[in-house]
């Protein structure tokens, strides 16, 4: 079955039982750290777009408003003769606290509108007579009823702002399809009025799902009619640019995983070359045996190449079974910093993509194959007098001592130019980490060897002759010992960089948040997801806190996005600031005694540190933004420290709010605050204002 | 092509083989002219480290002099014109025509000796019926029919000698080279030859 020379090789391999396992762990490690990130992202990205695109329905358009869509707007869509069919829909995710705590997205649909877009919403259970005249009957599939714990009738307690509000499980969705499944799994179905008045957006729509011509020419005329139909606060995107701009913002998030997987098969790549470097040293002999009685170059190559593919085989292997039950675990925490940091999804199954597992299985193999080259060049290039001789690798090794640190020298060199120029680019500032990793390797057999020069005086004098055999060693089989160390050194820096790395933030945020938490209470919404609240405070509870004479000051805020004129979204947060509060934004760039002065009475914005790194921008800068009056320029009046969100946000007046954004809105919330802060009041009075729904916190 | 009865095998004119140590370069063979004929027994004497290994080494092709011409089967291998054959072409003689016994035995441990007599054919596209009856015949010739299925390290220093001979035969080699320690080399070379 096999030939001679391959079972040589592979008894050789079952006969270093010890050695084999070692090898096989290495790979299998990598591999399955690798496929396990890849499966929990993408399992993550997955849902997301799935829950998304059933939730668009068969909607080839979108009409978005800044922020939301004035119900006029539909309905001179809807009376224009010859439009698309379009459907209205108010949707927000909302935090559902009985019977069960879970995130659910509210849907708030037109039943008469729905038919060419979501034919699920259709197919129902059971259904709640009263509750449907009612007008407060929510729908969810009959799935998610079972597993919060629901049945017909029941009551739905959900947080809305600040406040608990209820609906009731009206009925039950059968879903007949995958999709329909999928769509539904985290959704409460709701009419549409129902939604807006329970989400307190009567008049107002999120979207208006359109139903465009697949024709290019006649598309291009629906959109030019549309545009004209439309008021200058609404744009018309393709369904997919939301979930697919969503997406992107998790991307650095997804480079930083993979990256983490890519060090792990890194060090699986070490252990490969050392495993089959002390297989190939080892049989020196036996390679000189082979070249002598007539093997060439061409077959010992292949034969330690075949060796290296069996250990990878055997540990890609078991790499993706492990990467797999990995995937389980990290799954949800990659889903939980999702919806900490980007937006809400609920993934209930791996999405296991044949892409993820071919990419791991090559990167396995080629991981392999890498760390066996070396030795298999070396078994092969060697003349069979050379290899007859166990000395001659590590004789070469010895002479190439310091080509090998030059080359890491200028390896070290080359990083850290990629470093100074990867300021802003994620991929090329780990090249740069891995180019680093790969000069410090470099430099290891000659600083192995010098050290071991050096201690080997102590050592004789400690140990004796066996202190010498010890040191002495080391520097003999260099050829091995100094990749060893090499891996350790590598799996050792890596520790303990991600420890510095994390204890450095934790520190810089620490000193960030005792510098920006200036208040001495802060009032906010409950919320289940995100890290900004999208609920708002009662006006009621604001207007009480702001006129007590007891508080000194308060700072309030409304988190929200801007259109900028690409379309594109930027997370804002409209505030009218106590002047001690300006002290909580540390300028990088822009004097405070001008800043915030024109911040007040100019069109402009503070920017984020890491808006101003994604977008480019800088003092002076220019941003072209979506208004209710058309498109407006706000100059970046400066940009300040913040590590509130990786994407970054703009810090706006209210005033400037006022003036360019939706009027009507404005003036509608012109006292509701998602945040408030109280630079000095006491507590006790302010836990009795605050309403079940606010959160305290000093 | 086979040599024909009394051509010469193997010729080598004012050979020099030196290596380089630490500090100084060692000349181990000072112009060496040499020529084996086919179906002579040549035995080289000489105390240790006077360069007898390195001469098998060159005339295997394992190795390539400091200076002179090494002719193999009327092929130059190494010529003061020509330098050295490639690395390949030289294996390929090796392969087919001749049949080396080290000084250390040097079977492969993770074959058995069967296997071991195999190689050689397989190595020369030749492990077919016939080769494995040759194989079997001279592991009989030697006395190790019963072993054959062993491992090399289930057998004595003696033992493996004589599987490291049947080895070096096997595929009919017409230049046989024994290393030094073969003590035995010249009764089991003649037993195996005269038996197949």
């Known amino acids: 079955m096999f030939s001679l020379l391959t079972r040589a090789s592979l008894r050789y391999l079952a006969r270093h039982p010890a050695q084999l396992v070692l090898a096989i762990l290495g790979v299998a490690v990598g591999v399955a750290v690798v496929v396990g990130i890849d499966t929990a992202s993408v399992s993550a990205r997955r849902s997301f777009q799935l829950a998304t695109s059933a939730l668009s329905g068969s909607a080839t358009h979108v009409v978005r408003g800044t922020p939301n869509i004035p119900e006029s707007a539909y309905v001179a869509l809807a009376l224009e003769p010859g439009s698309p069919p379009a459907a209205p829909v108010v949707q927000r995710a909302l935090g559902l606290v009985r019977p069960a705590k879970r995130t659910l997205e509210l849907l708030g649909v037109d039943p008469l509108a729905e038919g060419p877009f979501r034919g699920y919403t259709g197919s129902s259970g059971g259904t709640d007579a009263a509750a449907l005249l009612r007008g407060d009957g929510a729908w969810l599939s009959s799935d998610t009823a079972r597993e919060i714990g629901a049945k017909v009738g029941d009551e739905l307690v959900f947080v809305v702002g600040s406040r608990e509000k209820s609906l009731v499980l009206a009925g039950l969705l059968e879903p007949q399809s995958s999709l329909a499944r999928a769509a539904l799994a985290d959704v409460a179905l709701v009419d549409i009025s129902t939604a807006q008045s329970f989400l307190g957006q009567r008049g107002e729509l999120t979207r208006i799902d359109l139903l465009l011509p697949g024709d290019a020419g ?11 139909l439309l008021p200058p606060t609404c744009t018309v995107e393709p369904a997919s640019r939301r979930s697919e701009t969503l997406a992107g913002m998790t991307r650095a998030f997804d480079i930083n995983l993979r990256a983490l997987g890519f060090l792990a098969l890194l060090v699986g790549v070490f252990l490969v070359y050392n495993t089959m470097t002390f297989a190939v040293v080892q049989r020196r002999p036996l390679w000189g045996t082979l070249r002598s009685i007539g093997a060439t170059r061409g077959e010992l190559f292949r034969r330690v ?15 993706l079974g492990l990467g797999l039950l990995l995937a389980q675990a990290l799954v949800r925490l990659v889903t939980r ?25 090559l990167l396995g193999l080629g991981a392999t194959l890498v760390g066996a080259l070396f030795p298999a060049f070396d078994a092969m290039r060697t003349p069979p007098k050379a290899v007859l001789d166990r000395a001659a690798l590590e004789a070469r090794l010895r002479s190439r001592l310091g080509r090998l640190a030059l080359a890491g020298l200028a390896a070290g060199a080359l990083s850290f130019g990629l470093l100074k120029v990867s300021s802003n680019n994620l991929p090329l500032g780990f090249a740069a980490l891995f180019l680093m990793l790969f ?32 040191t002495r060693g080391i520097t003999s089989h260099l050829a091995r010992s100094s990749v060893a160390i090499a891996a350790l050194a ?13 204890d450095s933030f934790r520190t810089t945020v620490v000193n960030w948040l005792n510098t920006t938490l200036v208040a001495d209470v802060y009032v906010s919404s409950p919320s289940t997801f995100s890290n900004r609240d999208s609920a708002v405070l009662s006006e009621e509870l604001v207007t009480r806190l702001t006129n007590d004479p007891r508080v000194g000051g308060v700072t309030s805020f409304r988190d929200g996005e801007i259109e900028l004129a690409d379309g594109s979204r930027v997370l804002a947060s409209a505030a009218s600031l106590h002047p001690r509060s300006r002290d909580a934004y540390r300028l990088l760039q822009g004097d405070p005694k001008l800043v915030w002065p024109a911040f007040e009475t100019t069109e402009g914005i503070v920017a984020s540190e890491a808006l101003a790194r994604h977008r480019g921008l800088k003092k002076g800068s220019r941003l072209e933004v979506r208004t209710a009056v058309g498109v407006r320029t706000f100059e970046v009046l400066g940009v300040f420290r913040d590590y ?4 970054g946000w703009a810090l706006i007046s209210k005033a400037t709010w006022a003036r360019n954004l939706n009027d009507e809105r404005v003036s509608s919330r012109r006292e509701t605050t998602s945040r408030a802060r109280f630079p000095a009041c006491a507590p006790p009075f302010l836990r009795a204002k605050s309403c079940s729904c606010a959160r305290a916190t000093m | 092509m086979p ?15 030196s290596y380089v140590e630490v500090d100084h370069t060692r000349e181990v063979l000072h112009g060496i002219d040499l020529e084996l004929r086919r179906g002579e027994f040549t035995v080289l004497v000489g105390r240790s480290g006077s360069g007898k290994s390195s001469l098998v080494h060159l005339l295997s092709g394992i190795d390539v002099p400091s200076a002179g011409t090494v002719e193999l089967f009327g092929e130059t291998l190494f010529g003061p014109d020509t330098g050295p054959a490639s690395e390949d072409r030289r294996t390929d003689v090796r392969r087919r025509r001749i049949g080396l016994v080290f000084q250390f035995f040097n079977l492969l441990p993770t074959l058995t000796i069967e296997e071991n007599l195999l190689l050689p054919l397989e190595l020369c596209g030749k492990l077919d019926a016939a080769g494995r009856k040759r194989a079997a015949e001279l592991l009989d010739a030697v006395g190790l029919a019963a072993a054959a299925r062993k491992f090399p390290d289930r057998l004595s220093g003696g033992e493996q000698q004589r599987a490291a001979i049947a080895r070096a035969l096997v595929h009919d080699p017409e230049l046989v080279l024994a290393d030094e320690r073969s003590s035995c080399s010249r009764s089991c070379c003649g037993r195996a030859r005269r038996r197949c």
Not at chain 1, 218 to 228: E, G, I, N, S, V
Not at chain 2, 3 to 17: D, E, Q
């Open chain 2, 3 to 17: 040599t024909p009865a009394n051509s010469t095998v193997a010729r080598l004119i004012g050979v020099r083989k």
């Open chain 1, 305 to 319: 190449c075949v060796e290296a593919l069996a250990i990878g085989a055997l540990g890609t292997t078991l790499g």
């Open chain 1, 439 to 470: 000069a410090a390797a470099l430099l290891v057999p000659l600083a192995t060897s010098l050290a071991c020069r050096a201690i080997a005086p102590v050592a004789g004098l400690l140990g004796g002759n066996l202190g010498r055999i010890a």
């Open chain 1, 218 to 228: 006649a598309r291009d005329a629906a959109l030019a009619r549309l545009k004209t």
């Open chain 1, 337 to 361: 910093t999702i919806n900490d940091l980007y937006y809400v999804v609920s993934v209930r199954e791996l999405a296991i993509e044949p892409s993820t597992l071919v990419e791991a299985t």
């Open chain 1, 644 to 647: 509130s969100s990786d994407q």
């Open chain 1, 490 to 502: 590598i799996a050792l820096s890596a520790t303990a960089g991600m420890g510095i790395l994390v």
